[in-house]
């Protein structure tokens, strides 16, 4: 039974052993990446899976990443190809998921992949992550570890408050140093930008020789990340403000006077990692949220994404 409280661990050997057994039972825990704190469940039990889907209030439409310890791994799982070898070369591990096709006989949970003929997989790159992965032995659906359409938890304290109960443990090593979701490419066909990320889209173009498709606009979800409407607080917020109205806290950038400063020094890497952890905190105030102008290339593009969909309209 799932406790009350969800278990502190620690990224130690005995914290990781814990974890490992956890989900290898089904539970749900929490663990952190370079990008967001992910919540994990082994892939291939549907019940495990379905436990996701209910503790963030996440659609059924909505699919998950997989997470796996190696490109060896991954290559399991799903019709591999050159492109795809030259991108895990490129950036596995790290903050970049590829979309490829199903083998199969794969051995997921259909819930993993909401029915789609593609599942979305990554490497990541954070140590405790890598030693987890590694020590269960299996594919880890894990989606950021916060309610669905919700501000992404960048911290162990994020996670506790916004599931709470609704785990069985958090696997806590800090924060997380990238602080973005996964860049998502498309191999299903040419390469295809499916959500900006924690890795430029300049950097992959560099790696392919080429360019990647930016151009097309799901009319279903394909991949995690493409609700209109995510990674919101609880007040309305408003992008690129010259001009603050009262009642509103600013989120600035650069030499810019503000409640809260992504990056004084106008670092778009600095302004990413700190970009969830201080919406967390801008929402805690319970006022409506202005947010300066973001130059909107490099990890600005992603972070323009979040705050775009942190401003959509809410069903």
């Not at 620690?10 to 992910?38: C, H, K, M």
């Not at 070369?89 to 096709?101: E, Y």
Request: charged share 15%; hydrophobic share 45%.
């Amino acid at each position: 039974m799932t406790p009350t409280r969800p278990l502190a661990l620690r990224p130690d050997a005995a914290g990781i052993d814990q974890a490992a057994s956890l989900l290898a039972s089904g539970a749900l825990v929490a663990f952190p990446t370079e990008t967001v704190y992910g919540l994990g469940a082994d892939a291939r039990n549907g019940e495990a899976v379905a436990a996701i889907y209910a503790a963030k209030g996440r659609p059924s439409f909505n699919p998950l990443i997989v997470h796996l310890p190696s490109t060896d791994a991954a290559r399991d799982l799903v019709h591999w190809s050159d492109t795809a070898d030259r991108l895990a070369q490129a950036f596995w591990p790290g903050p970049l998921t590829l979309v490829l096709p199903l083998r199969a006989d794969h051995g997921l949970s259909g819930l993993v992949t909401a029915g789609l003929p593609t599942v979305a997989l990554r490497v990541p790159a954070q140590p405790s992550a890598q030693t987890l992965l590694r020590a269960f032995g299996g594919p880890v659906a894990a989606p950021s570890a916060n309610p669905s359409g919700r501000i992404s938890a960048t911290t162990a304290a994020h996670v506790m408050a916004g599931l709470g109960h609704k785990l069985a443990a958090v696997l806590d090593d800090g924060p997380c140093t990238v602080g973005l979701e996964s860049t998502i490419i498309g191999l299903d066909g040419a390469p295809t930008l499916l959500r900006a990320g924690g890795l430029p889209p300049e950097a992959i173009e560099a790696a392919l020789g080429g360019p990647l498709d930016q151009s097309t606009t799901p009319v279903a979800i394909t991949a995690p990340g493409q609700l209109a409407s995510h990674y919101a607080p609880r007040a309305p917020l408003r992008m690129n403000v010259t001009t603050v109205e009262p009642g509103e806290l600013l989120l600035g950038f650069g030499h810019t006077r503000a409640d809260l400063n992504l990056s004084e020094r106008g670092d778009l890497h600095e302004a990413a990692a700190n970009l969830f952890e201080m919406l967390h905190r801008l929402d805690a105030m319970d006022q409506p949220i202005a947010v300066a102008p973001i130059p909107d290339h490099g990890l600005g593009r992603a972070i323009n994404d979040r705050l775009a969909r942190a401003a959509a309209p809410r069903d």
